[in-house]
């Protein structure tokens, strides 16, 4: 198992620019989501999804899309990117019952410079 | 709403010191707890997680116990070594069948020099 992939590794955009940063996941989780990490403030949950066709927002959404078209897959949509988004972006994913509820699996992050 | 509150860092530690971080949460019904370790440049680890009212949670050394009447799941650890130097964040999940979100503190640095 690969776990939970996420690309690219570092990004830098200039403000207005739109990309999309890629998380996958092969653990046939339904749970995914999606978090920034900025210093002093630890993880903040941006979108979620509990399974394809589903997706609701988090406690940080502006500026944010996402779709979830498959189990595997969920991107994040950045379409018009401002300095305020330059964070470090976490993708994680869990199960919704038995033992794959406890415990969610995170991404290696992207690092993502807007200028 | 839900929020969780831990000890300030960075806290720094020579090999073999006794670590305690503090974590406290609010939140109705049980929560669930989770300590999450992160090394540096990769992304979040589970540490040790408890369920229920006085659990213990434990690996790799690490403990913390689930504390309804403090609110409270600090996390300790009788040795540390280098390499347990990271960030750890302390996190609950609010109870409740279909809630699968987790709740992060700020998270505290520690680094243990040899």
């Known amino acids: 198992n690969a776990g939970v992939t996420q690309t690219p590794k570092f990004q830098v955009l200039k403000t207005g620019q739109s990309m999309t940063l890629q998380c996958a996941q092969d653990?046939?989780?339904?749970?995914m989501s999606w978090y920034r990490q900025d210093p002093g403030m630890g993880l903040r949950l941006i979108h979620y999804?509990?399974?394809?066709?589903?997706?609701d927002q988090g406690e940080v959404p502006n500026g944010y899309n996402v779709s979830r078209s498959t189990t595997e897959d969920f991107p994040l949509r950045l379409l018009s990117a401002a300095p305020s988004q330059t964070s470090v972006y976490f993708c994680a994913s869990s199960g919704v019952r038995g033992l794959d509820y406890n415990e969610q699996f995170f991404g290696p992050g992207t690092r993502l410079t807007v200028l | 709403g839900n929020s969780v509150t831990q000890m300030e860092g960075p806290v720094t530690l020579s090999e073999e010191a006794f670590l305690t971080i503090n974590c406290t949460y609010t939140a109705t019904g049980y929560p669930s707890l989770f300590w999450y370790v992160q090394y540096p440049g990769e992304g979040l680890q589970l540490l040790l997680k408890?369920?229920?009212?006085?659990d213990k949670g434990s690996n790799k050394g690490f403990e913390a116990t689930y504390r309804k009447e403090t609110t409270s799941f600090h996390l300790e650890k009788g040795s540390v070594q280098v390499s347990d130097s990271a960030v750890y964040f302390c996190a609950l999940r609010a109870s409740g069948g279909s809630n699968y979100k987790l709740t992060f503190g700020k998270g505290t640095l520690l680094t243990v020099n040899p």
């Open positions: 408890a369920t229920k009212a006085d």
């Open positions: 653990m046939n989780h339904e749970y």
């Open positions: 999804s509990v399974g394809a066709g589903i997706t």
